[in-house]
């Protein structure tokens, strides 16, 4: 008895409208025909508007999708869950390898990890958490383990506030994961007071395994100040870093030397054509590099303890990325060397602890371990929390931790004082004493060895707010497009590839005088709303 209709037409001015008909048929008492009545209107307009909220919809999931995230959609009513194709490649399978069940999440979810998992998504679901918000590993295809971090929102609930659609995405923190717990160890080698050689050995491995095509060697001043000796150099051919080992300074020796020589980074983009390499060309063609770049090790004085120099297997410049880490690492060398040099002259170990607490570019505290007061902090601690120095020493972590963050806080410490965890690393906000709010990045470290009381705990602080920030105007806006969608008065319908609605909004259920329980899953036929 309905037929709707909706096309383009051309009007006198030859421009593009789109027009919408609906047909009703009125039927005598023996079902003839007897009159048709026709409403139209034009519709240019919603169509221009819809078209609209599609590409915005299309250009939220592309800027997800191009960051590296991968995008989950899970549909409740059905039990449907949809992995975008980045999702499925961060885990190693092809786009067929993984099916639409939550089964298919589920059962990839590290054992020890997946309670938590599930609990969060259960809190979220419940109204009892704003989001879903989740770390957890999960199984690759090779059957190594990923560190997932996992966020998701309900954008759809019924009438009774069930949820029916959940929205999130997965980012691989893997690395992130890996270069924390090595800055942690780093961390904790240089205020344990480990020997420098060893520190830098770890500082060294760390750089490599974050740039896999980087094989660098730590190099100290020799004690005549006019020679480089090798401290170390664990993927550098043994017979090629015996050969740097007593390296003379000068401004044409290499980059090595030319870098300790004008304290300052020296790159040598191909070996082949530099005429700093001419006498060394040929043991670098043995060794297989075919560039170096070398940063210079310098004290708080600016004083060069020494370079870290960098080879690769091909002729190019260092990466931003790679400058970067590089940096880093020669910030903890310097503390490293610095601290080992002033043992030699102090030997009390308090101060020796001190050079390296208070040199820290980040925030630094030592913590009694059983009540959580802070026993010492440093400048930076102080600049990041808005407190002074007497006001840190009357506080604990716990009173200017966040109420919603501290559980997980406290958590973390019992498994760390248990010996089930040798340090942890999360995100979580404290609270200043002008009342705002700051994210910080925490990493925390036990100051005992294995047998002994845990007595005291150290923690180094970076402040996270703007990256925070960040990411929580991208998500306003992303809801902002939502909201548009969800209130907006025309209706939308999405369907399935065989023409079954899988989602509607509410002004359709409204216009039409149907349930959503009535329309999902049916036809636009089914329906009525076309004819067959």
């Known amino acids: 008895p309905v037929v709707g209709v909706m096309n383009r037409v051309l009007n006198v001015r030859n421009e593009v409208r789109w027009l919408q008909f609906v047909y009703r048929g009125i039927y005598g008492p023996r079902g003839r025909l007897i009159e048709t009545r026709i409403v139209g209107r034009d519709i240019t307009d919603r169509i221009a508007v819809e078209q609209a909220l599609r590409e915005s919809n299309e250009r939220w999931k592309f800027a997800i999708e191009s960051s590296g995230d991968g995008v989950w959609d899970w549909d409740l009513s059905t039990g449907r869950v949809k992995f975008s194709k980045r999702w499925k490649e961060m885990l190693g399978y092809s786009e067929d390898d993984i099916g639409e069940g939550v089964q298919d999440w589920q059962s990839r979810v590290h054992p020890d990890d997946l309670p938590a998992a599930l609990a969060a998504l259960k809190a979220h679901l419940e109204r ?203 910030s903890l060398s310097a503390v490293a060397i610095e601290r080992e040099q002033e043992e030699k002259a102090l030997r009390d170990s308090e101060r020796k602890f001190r050079a390296v607490f208070e040199q820290a570019a980040v925030g630094v505290a030592v913590l009694d371990t059983p009540t959580g007061r802070y026993l010492d902090v440093n400048q930076r601690m102080c600049e990041i929390t808005g407190l002074s120095h007497r006001e840190m020493l009357a506080k604990t972590f716990m009173d200017i931790t966040h109420p919603e963050d501290l559980e997980e806080d406290l958590r973390l410490v019992r498994r760390l004082i248990n010996g089930q965890i040798p340090s942890f690393a999360m995100e979580k906000r404290i609270i200043k004493p002008d009342g705002s709010i700051c994210w910080i990045s925490l990493t925390v470290s036990p100051l005992w060895h294995a047998g002994e009381p845990p007595l005291r705990n150290m923690a180094v602080v970076q402040d996270i707010t ?67």
């Open 466 to 532: 703007a990256r925070k920030e960040a990411e929580a105007k991208y998500r306003r806006e992303v809801e902002y497009n939502r909201a548009l969608i969800s209130n907006t008065s025309v209706f939308m319908l999405a369907l399935d590839p065989d023409g079954r609605i899988i989602h509607v909004n509410q002004a359709f259920l409204q216009g039409m005088g149907l349930k959503e329980k009535e329309v999902l899953q049916r036809s636009l036929w089914e329906l009525r709303l076309l004819e067959k």
């Open 128 to 330: 009892r958490k704003a989001l879903y918000i989740q770390e957890f590993r999960m199984r690759k295809k090779d059957g190594r383990w990923k560190w997932i971090l996992s966020r998701g929102k309900v954008i759809a609930r019924d009438e009774k506030g069930r949820p029916l659609r959940v929205i999130g995405t997965h980012t691989d923190i893997s690395a992130a994961k890996a270069a924390k717990k090595r800055e942690a160890y780093n961390l904790k080698l240089v205020a344990e007071g480990a020997p420098c050689g060893s520190v830098l050995d770890a500082i060294v491995r760390s750089v490599e395994a974050e740039h896999a095509d980087l094989m660098c060697v730590a190099m100290l001043m020799g004690e005549d100040g006019e020679t480089l000796k090798v401290a170390a150099a664990p993927s550098l051919p043994d017979w090629f870093s015996q050969g740097l080992d007593g390296m003379k300074i000068g401004a044409q020796v290499s980059c090595a030397g030319s870098s300790a020589y004008y304290g300052q980074r020296e790159v040598v983009e191909d070996i082949a054509a530099d005429k700093r390499w001419r006498n060394c060309r040929k043991p670098a063609e043995t060794a297989g590099v075919r560039s170096c770049w070398a940063e210079p090790i310098l004290s708080r004085t600016g004083k060069v303890l020494g370079v870290l120099a960098c080879y690769h297997q091909m002729a190019r410049k260092p990466s931003r990325a790679e400058i970067v880490t590089v940096k880093n690492a020669v």
